[in-house]
């Protein structure tokens, strides 16, 4: 859990996610390694689903493809574990209740701990049922990290008091996909969590340009991104490398030059 703490340490952090199977796994392991050599703090992997209910269009039609790729959770294991003998920095699936589920909680963070996975997201289950995941995973050192949403309010720093790892914190109302302009007082947000935690905070939904994600961590510790990725993916498919490369390496930028308080 420290380790994903540490990768926002003495800097502020841009963390890519990739849809895990599009267009396929090799395709999804060689973006994870450029994006990693780009200099991502961290990576978030996403588990394709057929009922993403947080996502928008880009990366339902991402979830689409990797899912009729043949893409399941063994395969996405199998490839982190290839992935952890090349890259150093954490390594965070995101998916929802249902595949952690069916794979049984202790058995799949038992394999995240084997793999080199080092934490979860898992949008669907609220805060107060997630001790379902967080017990299972907390016996194997991997986090389930909390996510903190504008319609969170009074429970911001209930949530934020509990949380691991770093905190994701949710910019707009709405499911992911790239905003023109991001209007919630995400300002207020970090000063009611800063006030029980010194968790790091990653902002993300919405965010799509490098002054966008700059702005972000000029208010938190860094900032993620999605849908921009997943869209690259979408319309160069296999051949997607130069291209996440070039846009990953102009985010890092933009978020390093905002200086650490």
Known sequence: MRKIADAFKDRKAFIPFITA??????????????AADAGAALIEIGIPFSDPIAEGPVIQEADIRALAA?????????MAARLRETIDIPM??????NP???????AFFKRCAEVGIDGAIIPDIPFEEKHEAADAAGQYGVAVLSM???TSE???QKIAAEAQGFIYLVS????????????????AMVSAIRQVTDVPIGIGFGIHTPQQAAEMAAIA???IVGSAIVNLVAEHGRNAGPAVEDYVKQMVAAVCQVPVR
């Open 154 to 156: 009074e429970r911001i």
């Open 148 to 150: 903190i949403a504008p």
């Open 70 to 78: 043949g893409t399941t959770v063994d395969g996405i294991f199998v």
């Open 92 to 97: 965070v699936l995101m998916g929802y209740a």
């Open 221 to 223: 510790d860094g900032a």
């Open 21 to 34: 199977g599009d267009p396929d796994l090799a395709t999804t392991e060689a973006l994870i390694k450029i």
């Open 172 to 187: 707009s109302m709405g499911v992911t996909g790239m905003r023109s302009a991001i209007t919630t007082d995400l300002g």
């Open 100 to 106: 952690f589920f069916h794979y049984g909680y202790d």
